[in-house]
DNA sequence: TTATATTTTTAGATTAATCTAAAAATAATT
DNA sequence: AATTATTTTTAGATTAATCTAAAAATATAA
């Protein structure tokens, strides 16, 4: 079954607003992340449920059909991988490869995409952090906090972000805060939720909106 | 100007149509080279003309404005560049990148296919040997001939083709008339126009029709 | 040069994806 | 439980790209 760029980014919006497999996504919240209307959505869902790609009930929300599921996983799988090409190989930053990877998503080729991955010798995350799904759709779910979650003392390597902006991304850059670095947590200011974190034996300051959005590996 | 992937492909077919710059192409021509109607490829043209394209005049063909020319360029310097990408790095064979390329092609971003060019180590021609233009779309067009024109004792590199089909490269392929084989002209029959040829000090005989399609640089 | 054939364009429909505005269903609140 | 607010769906249009069938223009041949 073909699938144009749309639906494919529907069945990933569904995919990416799924807490879990079970509970049902809203019109509007689809709507919303994909920056057009809940009548828009209304009509797609109803064609992407002739397809069989989602459960969809009236006024009900919907979920990932298994064929759904594993059509939204390649496209996060062949996302991933152009971005780990796109910086491992092209030179890009982190913060640049967001828009590129959401055009090259799209080209449909399973052989590409799996000599893609050989060539890139089966990384198992990209450059955030984000598991990439092997050919099969299975990945491992890390177990990372945000900081902003830790005690004090624990030390921790940062391994993802739950913001992907480009704005964030270059800050995190720019402050050292990068993947693969060893953090260790010194203390939380009470007044405004904002941390004391030590970096490479220095110790430096980050708000509370960060600490939120940087994962760490214990 | 954004341009989609159909005027994407109209610009690359008007261009391949064109013998020489000044000649006008025809809506028929269009039509076929696209699988398309003429009355859709009318259509189409008034809108690349509104856009500046081509030149347009009712019942008379069209062809290409500088910006145009440009624009189909910038498109063939990325179906090709990417063509050796797949070649060079994924291991895809000549006869079946194509394709794929057709897709690549559109992906809109003129740093990632110049950050792919470098990466490539600027290559000069594709896996089939057309050329492949540089970022301001200049490039030389090679001195080829094909067997056909070539007279008895001739010796050349096989340096491109005239024909781009799987078949007929999977061919070339298998009986080892592959880019940069040095051949030699031994002898053309008469009856049916085709030609033995010397290849790696063995004699060889391939028809007049794989003949013309085989080009050679001396 | 008139008649015939071919090519190209127009007119009017169709399909996918979108929209606004209004109606219907569901959820929240008094 | 009745009213209000929110969410979702329907109805009807719009845009890009396509199509078929018919008309118009151009090219070819008698």
Redesign the interface.
């Given at each position: 079954m073909i699938t144009s760029f749309t639906e494919e980014n529907y069945l990933k919006s569904i995919y990416h607003l799924s807490p879990d497999e079970g509970t049902a996504v809203n019109t509007n919240a689809i709507a919303e992340s994909l920056n057009t209307k809940a009548a828009s959505v209304t009509d797609m869902l109803k064609k992407l449920a002739d397809k069989e790609f989602i459960n969809y009930i009236k006024y009900q929300g919907v979920t990932l059909t298994p064929l759904g599921r594993e059509r939204a996983l390649n496209i996060i799988r062949k996302h991933r991988l152009w971005e780990v090409f796109?910086v491992e190989?092209?030179?890009?930053k982190w913060d640049e490869v967001h828009d590129?990877a959401e055009?090259?998503e799209h080209?449909?080729?399973d052989l590409?995409i799996n000599?893609?991955d050989e060539?890139l010798e089966f990384p198992k995350t990209d450059p955030h952090g984000d598991p990439i799904p092997d050919k099969h759709g299975k990945f491992n779910v890390p177990e990372l906090i945000p900081i902003s979650k830790l005690k004090n003392e624990t030390s921790g390597i940062i391994s993802g972000v739950r913001e992907h902006s480009p704005l964030f991304l270059k800050y995190l850059e720019k402050t050292g805060l990068v993947l693969g670095q060893e953090i260790k947590i010194k203390e939380q200011i009470e007044f405004d939720g904002s941390f004391i974190i030590s970096i490479k034996e220095n110790d430096i300051m980050i708000s509370r909106e960060v600490a939120k959005n940087l994962l760490i590996a214990i």
């Open positions: 796109l190989k092209l030179n890009f590129l055009e090259l080209i449909h080729s590409l000599r893609l060539f």
